[in-house]
T-cell receptor
Framework: ETGVTQTPRHLVMGMTNKKSLKCEQH?????MYWYKQSAKKPLELMFV???????ENNSVPSRFSPECPNSSHLFLHLHTLQPEDSALYLC?????????????FGPGTRLTVL | EDQVTQSPEALRLQEGESSSLNCSYT??????LFWYRQDPGKGPEFLFT???AGEEKEKERLKATLTKKESFLHITAPKPEDSATYLC???????????FGTGTRLKVLA
């Protein structure tokens, strides 16, 4: 595997379900990101982890819970979601958070909340 | 407030018809400007980084330029495989976050 991978690629869940999104980066980077992409809206930064420590939380509802067990893996735990949470969730990584290093994106997880 | 605006929202070109996409920004200070290409159902793919006014970068049929207020992505003699959404993002001097525009959806017709 190369680059940034995400699983699953598609997810359909009910409002009462609990699910998790997984991201893995094979680039040796130290920073990882979760973004939300909704139709006709700019990418919205949700969370940033630098060296496994959360450094940014952009006022994201508590029904989204991130986890970064090591610098290569990032999870987004989902529970009690709303239909408006349906979107493409993108993971990205960069060499460092506090730099102008390029962010590289995974393919995304298309989430549908019924 | 820091802001990034891309235009046009959508663009249809005939194969071989050159054109430019615009990314204008209003930020307190610029660390870098990034261009990405995104195909349907996929994540953004990195194209270019520009750091200072006057800088230019080229890759195949694409050329990115930067001024103090905007960036252009010039597409020369496009092909159908250039069809995608092109995203622009800026990183401001006050923060390390990327601020994205809403993108330009490009369709190149054979």
């Amino acid at each position: 595997e190369t680059g940034v991978t995400q699983t699953p690629r598609h997810l359909v869940m009910g409002m009462t379900n609990k699910k998790s999104l997984k991201c893995e980066q094979h680039l040796g980077h130290n920073a990882m990101y979760w973004y939300k992409q909704s139709a006709k809206k700019p990418l919205e930064l949700m969370f940033v982890y630098s060296l496994e420590e959360r450094v940014e939380n952009n006022s994201v509802p508590s029904r989204f819970s991130p986890e970064c067990p090591n610098s290569s893996h990032l999870f987004l735990h989902l529970h009690t979601l709303q239909p408006e949470d349906s979107a493409l969730y993108l993971c990205a990584s960069s060499q460092a958070w506090t730099s102008t290093d390029t962010q590289y994106f995974g393919p995304g997880t298309r989430l549908t909340v019924l | 407030e820091d802001q990034v605006t891309q235009s046009p929202e959508a663009l249809r070109l005939q194969e071989g018809e050159s054109s430019s996409l615009n990314c204008s920004y209003t930020v307190s200070g610029l660390r870098g400007l990034f261009w990405y290409r995104q195909d349907p159902g996929k994540g953004p793919e990195f194209l270019f980084t520009l750091y200072s006014a006057g800088e230019e970068k080229e890759k195949e049929r694409l050329k990115a330029t930067l001024t103090k207020k905007e960036s252009f992505l010039h597409i020369t003699a496009p092909k159908p495989e250039d069809s995608a959404t092109y995203l622009c993002a800026v990183q401001t001097s006050g923060t390390y976050k990327y601020i994205f525009g809403t993108g330009t959806r490009l369709k190149v017709l054979a």
